[in-house]
């Protein structure tokens, strides 16, 4: 079993940067890999980002290209999302997700493990 805690949400103003992390525990990480999911008040649960966690490779959605970096330290089992130059249409309940395909994906449906989630308000 995994588990996994995000932490870093709090309210910002747009422009600002939030750096979110997410600890991971319960298993060994070789063959999973990690993502960003978030949920806006009335909306779906969408995409954010998603990286491997060997070799590290990374995909995002579009409307946080550019602005938003995810990254992962193997050694402490944490992965980031460090966000920059948010908006308000970025706030949102985020979310930290694990799988163990052998592919990249960023459906939801592919994601194993989840995280209980964590607030980013982002006020203009």
């Known amino acids: 079993q995994v588990q996994l805690v995000e932490s870093g949400g709090g309210v910002v103003q747009a422009g600002d940067s939030l750096i979110l992390s997410c600890a991971a525990s319960g298993r060994t990480f070789s063959s999973y890999a990690m993502g960003w999911f978030r949920q806006a008040p009335g909306k779906e649960r969408e995409f954010v980002a998603t990286?491997?966690?060997?070799?590290?490779?990374?995909a995002s959605a579009d409307s946080v290209k550019g602005r938003f970096t995810i990254s992962r330290d193997t050694a402490k089992n944490t992965m980031f999302l460090q966000m920059n130059s948010l908006k308000p249409e970025d706030t949102a309940v985020y979310y930290c997700?694990?799988?163990?395909?052998?592919?990249?994906?960023?459906?939801?449906?592919?994601?194993?493990?989840w995280g209980q989630g964590t607030q980013v308000t982002v006020s203009s």
């Open positions: 990286i491997s966690w060997i070799g590290g490779t990374t």
């Open positions: 997700a694990a799988h163990t395909k052998p592919y990249s994906t960023g459906r939801e449906v592919d994601y194993d493990y």
